[in-house]
């Protein structure tokens, strides 16, 4: 299965986006197991089919993951997609990964990066990140990994307070779901 994007009618599960293609495909993965990618640089939406912050994230999101893909291809993307967090979720991978993951807030990012068989570093943001925000976020993250495996401290570019949509959100008391 092929879509342009995924929706919050979309069947649940856990989607790869294919640059060469510009589609999403739906992952045929089963088990109780979570889905982890394995791939250098991953980065991960966690997104419930029944959240309106979401919605609103997409907005971003799609445009963000083409556009990224056609400057860089370091990196893959992925949607993990349920109705309502890891409780209410057709898909037991999906579910599996809500709850590995440990997302309780959505929409979330997770940025990581797998080598040597295992999850080197991950990052984790809880909340609408903006076009601005993902733009800060994602391409800079492989010298956050690199520093990180150097021994070196590492301090994420963006704290929950930080991000643009959490300030507005602030000023018009909105939020994530």
């Not at 856990?14 to 109780?32: A, I, N, P, T």
């Not at 076009?131 to 800079?140: C, E, F, G, N």
């Amino acid at each position: 299965m092929r879509f342009k994007e995924i929706s919050s009618e979309s069947k649940h599960g856990v989607y790869k986006y294919l640059r060469e293609d510009d589609v999403w495909v739906y992952l045929d993965v089963e088990g109780l197991d979570p889905f982890i990618p394995k791939d250098k640089y991953a980065v991960m939406y966690f997104d419930n089919a029944k959240c309106s912050a979401c919605r609103r994230y997409d907005i971003y999101w799609f445009p963000f993951v083409r556009s990224l893909s056609n400057e860089n291809n370091e990196f893959n993307f992925y949607i993990v997609l349920c109705n309502w967090f890891a409780r209410d979720c057709e898909s037991l991978v999906a579910s599996a990964t809500f709850t590995y993951f440990d997302v309780h807030s959505s929409p979330t990012t997770i940025l990581l990066s797998w080598m040597d068989g295992k999850v080197v570093y991950k990052e984790k943001y809880d909340g609408v990140l903006s076009d601005l925000d993902l733009k800060t976020v994602v391409p800079s993250f492989p010298e956050r990994v690199s520093k990180y495996l150097r021994g070196e401290p590492v301090k994420p570019p963006l704290s929950k307070e930080d991000t643009l949509i959490s300030l507005l959100s602030k000023l018009l008391k909105g939020g994530a779901c």
